[in-house]
Structures are given as structure tokens and as C-alpha cells.
């Protein structure tokens, strides 16, 4: 029974990925607290680049030049900055004055040739983002993945050490703050002391000291609860010392409100990994137990596993397998049919459900999982040839040999194979007897599940029931029970034996090159690897040539391993969902699409599950044939209702809304019903989500005193002089909410109602408007507009308005998961009376933290905030166009009109604030009041 090319191929990737993640290099004079500085300063510069803000990145990566004036990578990032924002000049002088500071360094002059048009761009620049917080090369930082001495490749090291934003350091800023108010000594002491055990921490872990490491960890997250940086860190050092219980525990722990130290994402992703790491642990003792004939300890392993991994098939296999060798044909059909709702109908998993089924004499259901397995075109050849014995066997038990017989026809992968010709001949002699189908007989041979791995990658192959008599078998199954106890020494001598007896037999290659990588004999692995293809006939096998494309990945050969990835591209011996995933990892996206699409016009996926489908098209970039295939699974009723989600996101990304808001519902009445597990706060996004895409249109209404109203009309915008304002809404989208590009048609009428000026107020101040606004890019909050003022009381006027306005928020919308967040906001407007040239600008900042007032109602939420506040208006008097002030204030907002499928829609807002002046106008200081409705 062969093991199949592709998953060893597979397997050895995701050992390789793990161990190679990568880091911006900062060079071997960057020491481990040197990077501690740098890093969260070339962190924000990389975003805010990224978002545009050129103050924000040259500002950051300035600091990180002063901090580290001589290292050139720094220079080189600080010279694309001030490139990207047109600053060559600047750019130029940075890269010669650090020129001089490393004459000769080839990265500087190519830097300063490409800034000069002397040169084309190439990869020899750094990258414009780390995918990874920096970390030296050497071999004893742990910041690096490094193997570990059973030869698996370690978690790496969180970023360094963020302090406490609350507390900064005394007398300077603390990395990764901004400056704050003083807060008590005591806190400041705590938070320092917080500081200096984190330090210590990655101090000592740089070392290798990891027990110590835990030990300063744990003191820094007890003295700062809240900060994610720690926390992370803890949960590497911990599973550095293989506490991963604790490191999942510690990871899952995070106090309400923590917001310090970085995103979630990241320690999501290093608890996943933990996780995996536990799963593993119990898969390994599976297959242990499993071996010494402990069969329901086995199980009862392996089943802890899944609780870990419930999403990694090699758990699930591995289940199934052990409960069909302890005959409990009910149990591991229930666990195929569980793992099949939970991960889509994979053909090894039909594969051992089929023998399940006809086990418990259900042979047409059995029969159509095998079929449908045979069925996929994604199959290796292995598979193929071993799914077709097993499938060959099942119609032998149940008496049909002229079905086994054609089962038992080419193309199979070894036509001449044993194990083929002493099926085919049962089947002649079945037909001889005039065999009657009948009960399964006890002798039919149970498919054998194979579990290898590392805590990397775990494998499962399903092997047919019966071993071929190759004479090679006995050595390369001991060779495969020798990898799986991770013995890896042992699995190269017993493969390299039985490729003495078989030499041509390419899983044995397989293993044999699988087990010198896991044995850190990379040089040998390639030296097999190019044995193999240098046999006749051997040249062009696609998955090898993957396979050694990885191994001298991992070498550093990075040259030699895209030469490999390509020639396994050219051999056309691979399957087109593996070359779309070979054309990704190339970053050869648009071929990658281009491929897909010629696959799937030309049926290539037709028999394989619609969802596979579905994300091997998102995998490529294409959101049409994504959502087709999504809904094709959901005619079918095979749609998991784990996928819900994601045809939700496809459909909404084109602008099908009506598509996208059925999803969304769908995912709702799942999770509501238990089937779809989903947090408090993933719930409520979804709910938010067709919120929006169903809004067609709204109104608003606003009373503002001295200040500027952010939403809806106002009767002179930019005006923040001692008045009462009115303004009324209504606006209508007549394309609906599109994929976030829209256009809405409005009007309204605005109007003064008190002054202390006394200038006029009542009906004669009512002015009207019509207009039309557009917002033309989906993730961005650019809204341009233009307006027809219309004179309705005897002070208003009539003329054209023409206005840009910008928004930006985080954590502005409720929050269910946390009783209080981090909240900003900013809004600007520019805009221009055609009839009397009259400009105005105005500008309005907030941050702060938002509080739910659940003892009142869920739904009623504080924002106390500093704010910062500016307008300039050419219609005041000469000196007093513009004002500056900032100040304090506090909002209150209540969320309302909401279903079980759409969150809150509409809102009240009143905020008041004071603010002293800062420039400019006596009008920037003083009590500001405003009064919101959006409906």
C-alpha cells in the first residue's frame, strides 16, 4: 500500500513553513534590546505608511534612525519613506550620509542608484513590511524558529516587550507610547516594574534561559493583566518549557477591557499554535497506545485531539482508523459523519465511511461514498490506486466481482501491481462460483490508517486493508512505525533498506527524504531527492520536484528552490488545485487566477465538493466563481454552516447584497440554533453587517451651540460661534449599499435658533438644501458632495455648495464582548460657495474610552474623550477667520431599532464638552453642545 506523494508533500511544507517564517534583519549589530527599541517604531512607520499618514511614518521611522543611526537597513526604510511621500531629496541625503557611515554596502548603493533611475528595482531591497517582528540570524536567538533538539521547529518568540501605555518610563516616552497624562506613582511604579521583568524576560530568553524566562514573564503579566505583549510572551516562554496546558490557559485568559501590547490576531494565532502542539501530543500518544493494544485508550486519545485541532484532518483520520480496527463500526461511522459535517465530504474520510456503512450491511450507502470518493479529480495517483483496491474489496465482501473487476482496470497506478492481480483473480473465481451477495465475510481486511508526523504536521494516509506482497514491505512499515515514534535515525536506515530491495518505489523515496529533513540532514535529503529524479523516466515528476523545492528552501537555497517550483510547474504531473497553490506561492497571483479558471472551465473540479471549490477560489482571487460554487453547495444542501460566513463576505465583496444578507442570516439562525459557534462579538458583526447592506436610506437631525455638526445640514458649516444650530436630513441611496461605494441624494433645512450675538434667528435664518454625495471607495471614508443652497427665509441664500468630507473612526460602533474600549474619531470638511467664493474648512478629533452603563442598558454607552477642534472660515471678519481649541468633554449614546438579523440601526447622541483656545479666535473656547439623531 503506497504512501501518497502529494500528502508527504504536504506534510514536509508545513514543517518547512513553521521553521522558516521571516523576519526583518536588522543585521548581526543588532543586539536583542536594540531590536526591543526599534521594532514597535518600524511597526507603526510600516502601517502608517501603509494608510497614507506621512507625518505618523516619517516621525516613527525618524526615531528608529536616531535610535540606531549606523545600521543601514533602518536608513534604507527611512529613505523609501521619504520617497513614497515625495521626499527624494531627503531620501537621497539619508542614503549617502549612510554611505558614508558603511562605504561599500551593496544594499545602500543599490538603494541610492535605484532613488537616482541608474538602477531597476529588485529584490535586494528590504521589504517593505516584516511579516514577523524583527530578530537577529544568529542561531541562539529564539526570536528566530529555530529546531529543537527532537528536531521540530520551535514557536518563535513574540515581539519584544511592549510597556504599558498607561505608564510610560520616567523621564522619557516608553516604547510603543504616546505621551499621556501622570497618572500616581503607584501605578508608574507598577507599570516600570512590569517593564523591567518583560525585559528581563526576553532578556534571559535570548539566552536559551527559558524557565527563567517563565519566571520574569509571569511577574510582568501579574503586575500588567492587560498587556498582550506580555501575555504572548508568557505563553511562548511557557511552551518553550512545555507547559502548553498552562500556555493555553494563560492565552485564553485575557481581563475585560486589556487592550495594551498589540492585536488579537497575534496571540490568537500563538494559542492556535499551542493548540496544535496539544493536539499533537495526544495524536502521538494514540498512535502509542495504539500500538501496544490499548485500543480505547488509543481513541480516547485521539478524540482529545480533535478537541484541540477539530479542524486538521490527519485528528479526525486517525479516530476513524482506530475504531474500525476495534470493530466499533457504529462509533467510527458516527466519527466519519461528524468529521464530514465539520470539514466537507473529503474522499478519505468517504473512503472509511463506506467501510463503516457496509460493515453495518448498509451497502448502496457504502457504495455511493466510494464512488464519490473515486470521483474527485484532485486525486494523486496513489490515492487513486489505493482507493480503488479498497473500493475493489468492499464490491468483493458484497459479492459483486464484475463491479471489483472494473474497479480493478487501468488506469491504475501500477497496472501489474500484486495487489491488483490477486484481486483480479478473487474476482475471476467469485465469478466461477456464481457468488450471491450476502453478509460481509469476517475475513475482509478493515482499510489501515497510517499516522505520522511531527507537532507540525501530523499525516494520516488511508491504506487499503491488506499489505502487497512486496518483498520491501516489512522494512518500510517498520521504516513508517519508526518516523511516527519520531525515531527519525532509525526510519532513514530502515527506508534506505528498503530501497535496497525496491528502488524504484517512490514512496519509499518519499519517507526516506521525509525522514533526513526531519532529521535535520538537509544536504542528504536533496542528494536523495536528485537521486530519484535522476532515474530514467523520473526527470519530470512534478511532486518531487516540490518536495525538493521545499527541502532547499529550507537551505536558504532560495534560487535553486524557485527553479524546482517552477520545473514541477512545467511537468504538468501536478494537480491544477496544486498549481494554482504553487502559482500563489510564487506570488504569481494572476496566473494563479488565469489557471483556475481554465480548470474550472474545462470540468476539472466537477466531481471534487463544491466548498473545496469555493476556497481554492478565493485562494485565487476570484470572489464570482468563489460565491458560485457557494451556491451551488447550498442548492446541493452541502453547504457547512461553517462556510456561511465566508459566501457572505464573497457575495458582498461584488455588491450582491440580497446574496450576501441571506448568508449572513443563514449564519445567524446557525448560531442562534447551536450549530455554528460563534462569539458574542462575531455574532454581532454579522448582525451589523446586514444592517448595513439592507439601509436604503436614513435621516439626521442635529442641534449644535458652537459647534460643528459631523452628520447631516448644517446652516453655515465651519461655524462655531456662540449660536444654536437646527438641521434636519433626509437622504436616500439609490443603488442600495453596493460594496461600499455609494451615492446618495439628499436634502434638508437648517436654521438658527438662538444667538448671543443677537444676529438673526428663527424663520428668517431657514435655509434649504438638494444635493447628492458620493463615497467612492469602499474602504475609505472620502465623501465628495455638491449642493444646491436654497434661499427660503429672508436672511438665507441661494447658491452652490461644493464639499469633501473625511472619517475616520475605531471603536466607535457598541461592543458586546467588553464592558468598555478604546475609542477615536476624526472628521474634516472643506468646501466652497460658488456664488460668493467663500471657503471653509473645519476639523474635529476625539479619543477615549467608551463605557457600557449596563446597570442603565446595554444599549447606553459613555464616551468620555479629550478633543481637539479647528475651523477656518473666510466669512468672519479679517482675523478672526480661524480657530483653535481642545478641551474635555463626554458623550452619551443610545443604540435602538434592532431585530433578531440586523444590529442597532439608529442611535441619539448628545455630547458637551469645554475647551480652552489655542489659536486663532476668541470662538474655539468655551462650552461646546451637540445633540444627534441618526435614524
Request: aromatic letters at 8%; charged letters at 20%.
Amino acid at each position: 500500500m503506497k504512501l501518497n506523494l502529494t500528502m508527504l508533500a504536504l506534510s514536509l511544507s508545513l514543517s518547512v513553513f513553521a521553521a522558516s517564517a521571516q523576519t526583518l534583519d536588522l543585521g548581526p549589530d543588532a543586539t536583542g534590546y536594540r531590536r526591543f527599541l526599534l521594532y514597535p517604531h518600524l511597526e507603526r512607520g510600516f502601517d502608517a505608511m501603509a494608510r497614507g499618514e506621512r507625518g505618523v511614518a516619517l516621525s516613527e521611522f525618524e526615531q528608529a534612525h536616531t535610535l540606531a543611526p549606523d545600521n543601514p537597513v533602518v536608513a534604507i526604510h527611512l529613505a523609501q519613506a521619504y520617497r513614497r511621500f515625495n521626499e527624494p531629496a531627503r531620501a537621497e541625503v539619508v542614503l549617502r550620509e549612510q554611505l558614508t557611515r558603511n562605504p561599500g554596502n551593496a544594499r545602500l548603493a543599490h538603494a541610492l542608484a535605484e532613488l537616482q533611475g541608474r538602477a531597476p528595482k529588485t529584490a535586494h531591497l528590504p521589504p517593505a513590511r516584516p511579516l514577523s517582528p524583527p530578530a537577529a540570524t544568529s542561531p541562539g536567538n529564539p526570536a528566530v524558529a529555530q529546531p529543537r533538539a527532537d528536531g521540530n521547529p520551535a514557536l518563535r518568540t513574540p515581539a519584544a516587550p511592549i510597556p504599558l501605555a498607561e505608564a510610560p518610563r520616567p523621564g522619557r516616552a516608553a516604547p510603543g507610547s504616546r505621551p499621556r497624562r501622570a497618572i500616581t506613582s503607584a501605578a508608574s511604579r507598577r507599570a516600570d516594574s512590569a517593564y523591567a521583568f518583560a525585559g528581563k524576560a526576553y532578556k534571559v530568553s535570548a539566552e536559551g534561559d527559558h524557565a527563567a524566562a517563565v519566571l520574569a514573564a509571569r511577574e510582568a503579566l501579574r503586575l500588567a493583566p492587560g498587556n498582550r505583549a506580555y501575555r504572548s510572551l508568557l505563553v511562548y516562554e511557557l511552551s518553550e518549557t512545555g507547559q502548553l496546558e498552562e500556555a493555553d490557559a494563560v492565552a485564553s485568559q485575557i481581563p475585560p477591557g486589556a487592550s495594551v501590547g498589540g492585536p488579537d490576531d497575534e496571540l490568537v494565532a500563538r494559542q492556535k499554535m499551542v493548540r496544535q502542539h496539544i493536539a499533537f501530543k495526544y495524536f502521538d500518544e494514540a498512535n502509542k497506545a495504539a500500538a501496544a493494544g490499548q485500543a480505547d485508550a488509543a481513541a480516547e486519545s485521539a478524540r482529545k485531539g480533535i478537541d484541540y485541532a477539530p479542524d486538521l484532518l490527519p485528528h479526525r483520520l486517525q479516530l476513524v482508523g482506530l475504531l474500525l480496527v476495534a470493530q466499533k463500526w457504529p462509533e467510527a461511522e458516527q466519527a466519519a459523519n461528524d468529521a464530514i459535517r465539520d470539514m466537507g465530504p473529503r474522499p478519505a474520510l468517504l473512503v472509511l465511511r463506506g467501510h463503516a456503512l457496509q460493515r453495518l450491511d448498509q451497502r448502496p450507502a457504502a457504495s455511493a461514498d466510494l464512488d464519490h470518493a473515486l470521483a474527485g479529480p484532485e486525486l494523486s495517483p496513489s490515492d487513486q490506486h489505493n482507493f480503488r483496491l479498497m473500493a475493489a474489496d468492499a464490491a468483493l465482501a458484497a459479492g459483486e466481482p464484475k463491479k471489483a473487476l472494473d474497479l480493478l482496470e487501468p488506469p491504475l497506478m501500477a497496472p501489474l501491481d500484486p495487489g491488483v492481480e490477486s484481486r483480479r483473480t478473487l474476482a475471476f473465481q467469485a465469478f466461477r462460483r456464481s457468488a450471491v451477495p450476502g453478509t460481509v465475510p469476517p475475513a475482509w481486511a478493515t482499510p489501515k490508517v497510517v499516522c505520522v508526523g511531527s507537532s507540525f504536521s501530523a499525516w494520516c494516509e488511508v491504506w487499503p486493508g491488506e499489505s502487497p506482497p512486496d518483498p520491501a514491505y516489512a522494512v518500510a512499515d517498520a521504516a513508517y512505525k519508526a518516523f511516527g515514534a519520531q525515531d527519525y535515525d532509525t526510519a532513514v536506515g530502515k527506508a534506505r533498506e528498503a530501497l535496497q530491495v525496491s528502488p524504484g518505489n517512490l514512496q519509499y523515496r518519499l519517507l526516506l527524504v521525509n525522514a533526513l529533513v526531519a532529521a535535520g540532514q538537509l544536504e542528504p535529503a536533496d542528494q536523495e531527492a536528485t537521486a530519484f529524479l535522476a532515474m530514467p523516466g523520473n526527470a519530470n515528476d512534478g511532486e518531487m520536484l516540490a518536495l525538493r523545492s521545499r527541502v532547499r528552501q529550507r537551505q536558504g537555497q532560495e534560487s535553486l528552490a524557485v527553479l524546482d517550483a517552477e520545473s514541477a510547474l512545467r511537468s504538468g504531473s501536478v494537480s491544477a488545485a496544486t498549481e494554482t497553490g504553487l502559482l500563489v506561492q510564487l506570488n504569481r497571483r494572476a496566473q494563479a487566477r488565469e489557471r483556475f479558471n481554465a480548470a474550472l472551465r474545462e470540468g476539472a473540479f466537477a466531481a471534487q465538493p463544491e466548498v473545496d471549490t469555493a476556497y481554492l477560489a478565493m485562494q485565487a482571487g476570484d470572489d464570482d466563481a468563489a460565491l458560485a460554487a457557494f451556491d451551488r453547495a447550498s442548492s446541493a444542501s452541502a453547504l457547512p454552516d461553517s462556510a456561511l460566513q465566508d459566501a457572505a463576505y464573497a457575495a458582498g465583496r461584488l455588491g450582491r447584497n440580497e446574496e450576501s444578507v441571506r448568508y449572513f442570516s443563514r449564519a445567524i439562525d446557525a448560531a442562534e440554533s447551536g450549530q455554528l459557534p460563534l462569539a458574542p462579538q462575531q455574532l454581532f458583526n454579522a448582525r451589523r453587517s446586514v444592517a448595513d447592506r439592507t439601509r436604503k436610506g436614513g435621516v439626521y437631525g442635529s442641534l449644535t451651540y458652537r459647534g460643528i455638526a459631523t452628520s447631516g445640514l448644517s446652516l453655515t458649516p465651519g461655524a462655531t460661534d456662540d449660536t444654536l444650530q437646527g438641521g434636519l436630513e433626509a437622504y436616500w441611496r439609490p443603488f442600495g449599499y453596493g460594496d461600499g461605494r455609494l451615492v446618495e441624494v439628499y436634502g434638508g433645512l437648517a436654521g438658527t435658533l438662538y444667538s448671543k450675538a443677537e444676529q438673526p434667528t428663527g424663520a428668517p435664518t431657514v435655509q434649504g438644501a438638494l444635493g447628492a454625495r458620493v463615497k467612492p471607495f469602499a474602504d475609505t471614508n472620502l465623501v465628495l458632495a455638491v449642493e444646491r443652497r436654497l434661499k427660503i427665509g429672508s436672511k438665507a441664500q441661494t447658491d452652490w455648495l461644493a464639499r469633501v468630507g473625511y472619517s475616520w473612526g475605531l471603536g466607535q460602533d457598541l461592543r458586546v464582548d467588553m464592558p468598555d474600549w478604546w475609542t477615536a474619531q476624526v472628521y474634516a470638511e472643506a468646501g466652497r460657495f460658488i456664488k460668493v467664493k467663500q471657503d471653509y474648512a473645519n476639523f474635529e478629533g476625539q479619543a477615549g474610552r467608551s463605557y457600557r452603563l449596563d446597570s442603565l442598558h446595554p444599549k447606553l454607552v459613555i464616551f468620555p474623550h479629550v478633543v481637539l477642534g479647528a475651523d477656518r472660515n473666510e466669512g468672519y471678519a479679517i482675523g478672526h477667520e480661524k480657530a483653535v481649541g481642545a478641551g474635555v468633554g463626554a458623550s452619551l449614546r443610545y443604540w435602538f431599532n434592532e431585530d433578531k438579523y440586523t444590529a442597532p440601526r439608529s442611535y441619539w447622541d448628545m455630547s458637551l464638552q469645554y475647551r480652552g483656545r489655542i489659536s486663532g479666535d476668541e470662538r474655539a473656547k468655551g462650552v461646546f453642545l451637540r445633540f444627534t439623531l441618526s435614524y
